[in-house]
């Protein structure tokens, strides 16, 4: 069993925020041991929360086209989110539909020891966040996607850092051009982060031959 395997196991019985007396289990990440790239959600959605698989929901399939479009396999990263259990409210209407509710501050301080060690064991070469509360919970700070989309940031634990738009929110946008827009905008912001990690890698191979 690997070390990531094990903290998988581990994180199936976290109770250290309430989040998990509501939620159907822990959906821990999934991917490559040693992936390049690691993705990073903010929490899982209802679906996720029923298959214990991050982004195979309707963000997850939007996300799956984008990979598609840059020129990534999503087999050959790593996918992960801020906060390991669906957070959620009843839609008021006596219906069984969960809606989704933002994680609070203490619920994302609670679950980063889980984020913390998967990129820790996993040691990416770039780490993609997708929406402000990813960004906020590997960065350690406040941010705004606007100030920050298309740079190249640092975590405290060094890190190569891109922020971008979570792929639910392109799902909201209501105008089709406006959306189609911001699903080629996020397309771009992948493309920079396979290659930030083309240029890592061929970089530490050099150096090794050296």
Known sequence: MTRLETLRRQAAGCTAC???RHATQTVFGEGVARAAIVLVGEQPGHEEDLTGRPFVGPAGRL??????????ERRRLYVTNAVKHFK???DGSGGKRRIHERPSQSEVEACRP?????????????????GVTAARSVLRRRITISAS???TLSSPEGFRTLVTIHPSAILRIPDPAN?????????DDLRRAARLAHRAVRAREEETTR
Request: with cysteine; aromatic share 12%; glycine share 4%.
């Open 63 to 72: 996300l799956d086209r984008a990979l598609a479009d840059a020129g990534l």
């Open 18 to 20: 309430p989040l998990y």
């Open 149 to 151: 989309r298309g740079e």
């Open 179 to 187: 959306r189609e827009a911001e699903q080629h905008r996020f397309t």
């Open 88 to 90: 959620w409210a009843k």
């Open 114 to 130: 889980w984020l913390e060690q998967e990129l820790w064991l996993i040691r990416p070469e770039v780490v993609v966040c997708l």
